[in-house]
């Protein structure tokens, strides 16, 4: 019985700094995408006005969304049955952006902010991916 409380307290403390860490990671793009939307545009080379700068700041909105509800279910066994919905968001996300990412890579110039931007979305979505499929347990 001990040993299963040793257990779950390893899982909960290997997917907290999983939900901590993604949810900085998504809270800094997410202040970025919405505070710094003009500057960001300009550096890309996009003008800063239009439907660039909406869609700039609705995408800051999803991710700020995405760190709270992250940084809310810190403390949740996450891929467990009660935070599944949240272990699948994540896993979706992380999971689709990397490719994307990865895509863009294979088909334009490799940028130094794209290659770190896809590395660390795949590490992302693989540990989402390995608590998702590994009837919730741990990424360490």
């Known amino acids: 019985m001990e040993q299963q409380n040793e257990s779950d307290q390893q899982t909960i403390f290997n997917t907290k700094l999983l939900m901590i860490s993604s949810s900085i ?21 996009h003008s800063a006005n239009g439907m660039g700068l909406i869609l700039m700041n609705i995408t800051g909105a999803l991710y700020l969304g995405f760190a709270v509800l992250n940084w809310m279910a810190r403390g949740n066994i996450i891929g467990g049955i009660y935070s599944r919905p949240v272990a699948i968001g994540n896993f979706l996300h992380f999971f689709f952006v990397a490719i994307a990412l990865l895509k863009f890579l294979i088909t334009k110039p490799i940028t130094s902010e794209i290659l770190t931007g ?5 590490i992302f979505a693989v540990c989402f991916g390995y608590i998702l499929f590994a009837k919730g347990e741990s990424c360490s």
């Not at 990671?25 to 080379?45: C, D, H, P, R, T």
């Not at 896809?118 to 795949?122: F, G, K, N």
């Open 118 to 122: 896809a590395i660390i979305y795949s």
């Open 25 to 45: 990671f998504l809270g800094l793009l997410g202040i970025m995408a919405s505070f710094l939307s003009q500057e960001v545009l300009e550096y890309y080379g």
